[in-house]
């Protein structure tokens, strides 16, 4: 599922640097674990954009504006292109091919990025709105520099989301339910406001004044509004991505 996309853009914004005029483009790929019940596993390729230029910047395929730029306080506006859990229902497994597809979402938002001063914990805070309803994160990450070419970043997140939000992606319809007698779902499924807990360890290889190599490992869990639908595992979510970044 297209998912990995998400969070891997997430990821990005988390660690991202705010160097002036700086200039990147480059590509990765991407796996992960679906949360739909039955679809398979897939890799996907992910765009790696990390632009800087004044107060406007994109990372991976987010684009946003700095209205405000302090010593330790940034607060931002950024447009998510690709947020949400989408699936096709022909991707879904058997039994469950009869549902409505899920769609892609454009969402814009609002972030905060703060240096706590703290043992050097740095917080993130955004909130982001789309047709399907709302998103809300709050992260916490370290960076490490191992050397001056290697730097490890582990952070820890939580997420909320809107009851339109997990209720367009998780619930289960009349319509979807009554539409095969052959299909396993057998229930109506009305989600509500649920939220998520993650964790991520990215790390950055610097090869030379130009070319930086990446990688990210994510695990993230789902509470019960979204883990008891019929249409939904109860699995944590699992992301991986390589990728490599050339600067200008």
Do not use: C, W
């Not at 058997?94 to 979402?105: L, M, S, V």
């Not at 805070?125 to 709050?138: P, R, T």
């Not at 057998?186 to 939220?195: I, L, N, Q, V």
Request: hydrophobic fraction near 40%.
């Amino acid at each position: 599922m297209k998912k990995i996309i998400f969070g891997i853009l997430a990821m990005t914004l988390s660690t991202m640097a705010l160097a002036e005029n700086r200039y990147g483009v480059g590509a990765g790929v991407g796996v992960s674990n679906s949360i739909y019940k039955g679809a398979e596993d897939k890799a996907y390729p992910v765009p790696l954009l990390d632009v800087n230029y004044g107060n406007f910047y994109i990372k991976g395929i987010t684009p946003g504006y700095f209205f405000f730029k302090g010593e330790d306080l940034s607060l931002s506006v950024f447009v998510d292109p690709m947020a949400g859990f989408p699936i096709k229902a022909k991707d879904m497994g058997h039994g469950y091919t009869n549902i409505d597809d899920r769609d892609f979402q454009a969402m814009v938002g609002l972030r905060a990025d703060l240096n706590t001063g703290v043992a050097g914990i740095r917080t993130g805070a955004s909130v982001q709105f789309g047709e399907h309803g709302s998103e809300a994160k709050l992260s916490a990450f370290r960076p490490y520099n191992i050397n001056n070419k290697f730097t490890l970043v582990p952070g820890v997140y939580v997420k909320g989301f809107s009851g339109d939000y997990t209720d367009y992606y998780f619930g289960v319809t009349s319509d979807e339910v009554n539409r095969s007698s052959t299909d396993k779902l057998t229930r109506e499924y009305k989600a509500d406001t649920a939220y998520s807990i993650g964790a991520n360890l990215s790390a950055e290889y610097k090869y030379n004044e130009k070319v930086s190599f990446i990688g990210i490992l994510g695990v993230e869990k789902f509470s019960s509004e979204i883990t008891d639908s019929p249409i939904v595992n109860d699995d944590p979510l699992f992301i991986a991505s390589i990728g490599a970044k050339y600067f200008f």
